[in-house]
């Protein structure tokens, strides 16, 4: 057995000033019930004599080691990893078979886990998390883990699906929030009481001392990573507040630094829990637009439409709340004695704004530059109709390639105008306005 990592004591010692009022704790859990998962990944068989043998699943995390006579005959045991359905899971599930075999002896489990997995919950506050045949999860602590070949190790006295599951772990009511919003982070914890050491008999809950936040790296955060913050009721554990532009890491990685009792080093120690937010932003679009049509007669069409773009780190950017306004006549053409009318009833004008378009960016600065480009396409915007000297034309249709091609603006949480120059020269008058800003 292995002690904390050293770094996670370093952090304590400059934690003279954390919170010990555990009242604010909130502590929840996770439904037992769940479904049973899918196939996910390669099955593993070996057989298994009565004296005894190894298995180890396809991808490494999980093994078995039966010691001599805990099978009656020899055995066919297979492992096959699944999807894993549970809350508090980490990893994946894994299904042994011959399901519902028991053993004349208990046979040891080995959860291999990740370093990023042991920042997500202490690894001395992991589990074995055991599925039956009703989908109902119960849960075992391990009896000792080591930190230097990252494995965590028990027993198990029969066949079902087992998973490794995080006995405390942290996280937020909403895993995507807009800027300028808040969150309440939880506490979600499966423990009873200490069954040994100086604390016997207290609840794993009430053990729960001194604590400090970091946002990105940043201890309690800042006005770039945005802050997490103990609330001002003891509604949650804490509350993370995003920042007024995108962070520049995002997802925003929040830890939590928590003293608690480990009853496998049977004493006082610190631990880190974290959780993940992604911060998205978005923005009101808009787009103003004054056709001019042939220079000889000087007709003018008014167009307007507005739109609103959320604009996120990894996922495409969503278009939505679109209105296409209809197209005004501003001025009608006229030229000496040649006059020429205007159509816009039932046609769109220059600006056909869709929730499609071919591509988008976000660069690396901060605050970013977004941009995205809409498909050229000509429509038909209008009709005229030419009158010389008192004679009628027929009313004909005017092609033009829809407003807009592309918008480019600073993700800053300010309000921009910019003037774009498309084909003829014409220009057309964007407006960008932070939208959706405050708690959703």
Not at 137 to 144: A, C, G, H, L, T
Not at 182 to 204: A, E, H, K, M, W
Not at 230 to 241: D, F, K, M, N, R
Request: hydrophobic content about 35%; glycine content about 8%; proline content about 6%.
């Amino acid at each position: 057995m292995k002690k904390i990592l050293t770094v996670l004591l370093l952090f304590a010692l400059q934690s003279l000033n954390a919170q010990t009022d555990s009242s604010l704790l909130k502590f929840n859990e996770s439904g037992d019930f769940t479904g049973f998962g899918d196939p996910d990944g390669k099955p593993v068989s070996k057989e298994i004599t009565v004296a005894g043998g190894t298995i180890l699943s396809e991808d490494g995390r999980v093994e078995l080691i039966f010691p001599e006579g805990a099978l009656t005959v020899n055995t066919n045991i297979s492992i096959q990893p699944t999807t894993n359905l549970l809350n508090s899971g980490t990893g994946k599930a894994y299904k042994f078979e011959p399901s519902g075999i028991q053993f004349k002896k208990p046979v040891q489990i080995i959860f291999h886990y990740t370093k990023e997995e042991s920042e997500t919950c202490p690894a001395d506050l992991m589990n074995i998390a055991m599925q039956d045949q009703n989908g109902k999860w119960s849960f075992d602590k391990y009896e000792e883990w080591d930190s230097t070949t990252n494995t965590l190790k028990g027993f198990i006295h029969h066949f079902s699906y087992y998973a490794n599951s995080n006995g405390a772990r942290i996280s937020p009511a909403k895993n995507f929030i807009i800027v300028e919003s808040n969150v309440n982070i939880n506490f979600y914890d499966r423990y009873g009481t200490v069954q040994s050491g100086p604390l016997i008999g207290n609840s794993d809950r009430l053990s729960v001392g001194s604590r400090y936040w970091v946002v990105n790296g940043v201890r309690e955060g800042s006005d770039v990573e945005g802050f997490a913050t103990a609330p001002p009721i003891g509604t949650s554990l804490g509350v993370y507040t995003a920042p007024k532009i995108m962070p520049p890491k995002n997802p925003v990685v929040i830890h939590l630094f928590f003293e608690y009792y480990s009853e496998i080093l049977m004493k006082e120690v610190w631990g880190v829990v974290s959780c993940k937010i992604l911060v998205y932003d978005e923005y009101k679009i808009e787009i103003n637009h004054e056709y001019t049509g042939r220079a000889s007669m000087h007709s003018k069409i008014g167009d307007k439409g507005t739109f609103v773009v959320r604009v996120s780190p990894n996922r495409n950017f969503r278009i939505s709340e679109i209105k296409n306004y209809e197209p005004v006549v501003i001025k009608e053409g006229r030229n000496g004695p040649f006059k020429e009318k205007v159509f816009t009833d039932g046609y769109p004008g220059t600006i056909d704004i869709t929730d499609s378009h071919l591509s988008d960016s976000l660069s690396h600065d901060y605050p970013p530059e977004v941009y995205f480009e809409f498909a050229p396409k000509e429509i038909v915007m209008c009709e005229i109709q030419h009158n010389a000297r008192g004679i009628y034309g027929e009313r004909g249709p005017v092609t033009f390639m829809r407003v807009p091609e592309e918008i480019n603006f600073i993700a800053n949480g300010q309000k921009q105008r910019y003037n774009i120059t498309i084909g003829r020269g014409e220009t057309y008058k964007l407006i960008v306005t932070p939208h959706g800003r405050g708690n959703q």
